[in-house]
């Protein structure tokens, strides 16, 4: 495990189209986390949000979607990454 991130399973994933833009998202705020001084993962920088945002160009029409899909996976990341061997 390098920097507390687990290595990535080599079973194949399927995405959901719904699914793509957060997944996007997920991927682009990778350097965007808060940790604490102890080293455990807090969540997202949620004021770089906007910015991602608008740099994948996601419509303002989608924008409430695609950041409650960023906010379930930032969830489940949270927990694998603070998990204890």
């Known amino acids: 495990m390098k920097f507390g991130i687990p290595p990535l399973q080599e079973a194949r994933q399927e ?46 029409a989608d924008r409430r979607e695609v950041f409650n899909g960023l906010r379930v996976m930032e969830l489940e990341a949270v927990t694998i990454l603070n998990k204890k061997d």
């Open 15 to 60: 995405l959901w189209l719904e699914n793509a833009q957060a997944a996007e998202m997920f991927a682009a705020m990778s350097t965007q986390w808060y940790v604490s001084g102890r080293g455990a993962v807090i969540g997202f920088r949620y004021e770089a949000v906007p910015l991602v945002q608008d740099m994948l160009q996601i419509d303002a």
